[in-house]
Structures are given as C-alpha cells and as structure tokens.
C-alpha cells in the first residue's frame, strides 16, 4: 500500500511535492535504496521494503536521523521548548563544539526556519510571513510548533530502515548486482540550483561516475533529475532507459512560484518490473529456506 507522509524536515531539492507523482512509477522491489536520502521524503512517503537502506554524505542529516531514534522523546521536548526566532537560526548557525543531540536540534532549527530549507553556516535567510496563519497563529511558527508530532511518525516509520553515511557511488556498487533492488537517485543537480546544499558533489566527473554505474547496473534504478546535457548523453532511449516528465515548481525568497520540469529517468530492469508488476529474480529453494530475498546475480 502506498501512502503519503510528510519529509522529515524542510530540505533544498526535497522530493516531498513529487513523492506521489514519482510512487506511480516505482516497481515491486525486495530491497529499497535511497542513495541521496535528504530529508528521507520517498523513503516517508512510499510502503515499507523487507530491506531498506537510506543514505546522505551529510553528516549533520545523519546524525539527526540517528539521535531521532536513539533519544526521541527528548527530541521532541528540546524542540518544543526551542522558539520560532531569528536569533535561533543565528545561534543555531554558529560554529560550536555541542553534543550530538544538540546540533541535531540546531539542524533542525537551520533546515525549518530558513527560506527553502537551505541550512549551513550562513545559508538563507530567515522565513516568516507577515500574510498567513495555520491554527490560529503565524503560519511558520504553527509548522514549527507542529515538528514534534510530525517526527513521531518520522521515527515510526524509519525504526527499521538502516541509516548509512557513505559515498553514493561506494553504496550503489554494493546492490548492482542484486536484481531484486531498487536504487533511487536523487543527486544535487548540475545547475546553479545546486548552491543550496551542504555537501555539493555538482562536479562532472562525480555525475559521470555515478551514471557509469547505473548504466551497468543489473539492479532496478530510478533517478530524479533536470533535463541536462550530460544525463542525455548517458540517459538514452536506445540504452534501454525512459524518461518521464513531471510538472512542478519551486519557490523563490520573494514567495514568487516558479514552474519547472523535473525528469524521472529508469533503466530497463525497472521498466520491466514496473510493466509486469513482478519483483524481477527468481529465488532458489535454498535462497527462500534462508530468507535470502535480495541476492546476488552475475
């Protein structure tokens, strides 16, 4: 059953608008990968996997996930004391040594009361609005107040999905070989637009790297995108990959809408699943007896 959920916090480049237009095209799988997990949106947003292993570089992003399940109740209460305010994001951006629960709050301050959810040392400036209300309050400060129910369903959710901080292109080498896998991609983009990340692995080579294994992957493979030079070259019809629009639009500071494409892009083995509705590798007797769903195949 798919469902939707709300990210687990506000992100640049978040899929939690598209989560839904993007689970009409995700096949059965045995093992989910989502390799740039960000704010674990599709990950939140789709049915549970036997296997399922979410994934960022950013080490501030894991280290909110992990101490959301090692210590949520005090999570929640440190966030509910905490105040919608700008010298919060000030402080929150500030260079300190803190524990770890601590700077996942400052996280969480940086990522929810900045503009698009850009975070870092100085990134973005402060949201508000001056224009609307949510549950009898200004608009920002009711989503805020609103974070310590919202991540409780987080934590449900992902109690038992394996959180990884590794090298994309390290991780996805491990599940090529494994037929029954769904590896989603999702890496910061080849644009400008990409500023709004922490950790930017925006250059060529690292996209060029990352497409080389996917299109040697025996895995089923879906990747989220804009319409780019480099991702047309490797990304072709004849290569046995589809390409699916979908309409969307991002924000700008001055509240202002603007409409783009986003490009969902899927190799061979996912098309094929997707069109016959069947997880694609047959197990052995010996596989099923061991509980062996997700196996190699070379």
């Not at 598209?18 to 990950?43: E, N, Q």
């Not at 209300?133 to 989503?143: I, K, N, Q, Y």
């Given at each position: ?7 687990a916090?506000s ?7 598209l989560s839904?237009?993007?689970?009409k095209y995700?096949p ?9 997990c960000g704010?674990?949106a ?7 996997a036997?296997?399922?292993v979410?994934?960022d ?7 909110f996930f ?7 109740e ?7 004391i905490?105040p919608y305010?700008?010298?919060e994001?000030?402080n929150?951006?500030?260079k300190r ?6 700077r ?6 940086s ?13 973005g400036?402060?949201?508000y609005s001056?224009?609307?209300s ?7 400060v009711s989503?805020w107040n ?14 038992n ?7 994309a292109r ?6 090529i070989?494994?037929?029954a896998?769904l590896?989603?991609?999702?890496p910061?983009y ?11 692995q925006?250059?060529?080579a690292?996209?060029e790297e ?7 992957a025996?895995c089923?493979?879906?990747i989220?995108?804009y ?5 047309k070259?490797?990304l072709?019809?004849e290569y ?5 629009k979908?309409?969307?639009?991002t924000q700008?500071s ?8 986003e490009?969902l892009?899927?190799n061979k ?5 997707l069109?016959?509705?069947v997880?694609?590798?047959v197990?052995t007797?010996?596989e099923?007896?061991?509980g ?5 195949r070379?």
């Amino acid at each position: 059953m798919r469902r939707k959920s709300k990210s687990a916090f506000s992100y640049f480049g978040s899929k939690h608008k598209l989560s839904l237009p993007i689970l009409k095209y995700m096949p059965p799988h045995h093992a989910w990968v989502d390799v740039f997990c960000g704010s674990a949106a599709m990950t939140l947003a789709k049915s549970p996997a036997p296997i399922e292993v979410i994934n960022d570089i950013n080490g501030e992003i894991v280290n909110f996930f992990n101490q959301l399940r090692k210590n949520p109740e005090k999570m929640y209460t440190m966030l509910n004391i905490t105040p919608y305010s700008r010298q919060e994001l000030n402080n929150a951006r500030m260079k300190r040594n803190r524990s770890s629960i601590e700077r996942a709050r400052c996280f969480m301050i940086s990522s929810m009361m900045s503009i698009n959810g850009i975070f870092g040392d100085h990134k973005g400036g402060f949201s508000y609005s001056n224009s609307y209300s949510r549950r009898g309050m200004e608009a920002r400060v009711s989503r805020w107040n609103n974070m310590p129910l919202r991540l409780q369903h987080v934590v449900e959710r992902l109690k038992n999905v394996r959180l990884e901080n590794q090298d994309a292109r390290k991780l996805l080498k491990d599940f090529i070989t494994r037929p029954a896998t769904l590896a989603y991609l999702d890496p910061p983009y080849l644009a400008k637009r990409s500023k709004g990340y922490d950790f930017d692995q925006v250059d060529e080579a690292f996209h060029e790297e990352l497409l080389d294994l996917a299109c040697v992957a025996k895995c089923m493979i879906m990747i989220s995108g804009y319409d780019n030079f480099l991702y047309k070259r490797y990304l072709k019809p004849e290569y046995g990959w589809r390409m699916i629009k979908i309409g969307t639009y991002t924000q700008g500071s001055n509240g202002k809408r603007m409409e783009r494409t986003e490009y969902l892009w899927q190799n061979k083995y996912c098309v094929e699943a997707l069109d016959s509705k069947v997880v694609p590798i047959v197990l052995t007797k010996n596989e099923i007896k061991m509980g062996k769903i997700n196996p190699v195949r070379k």
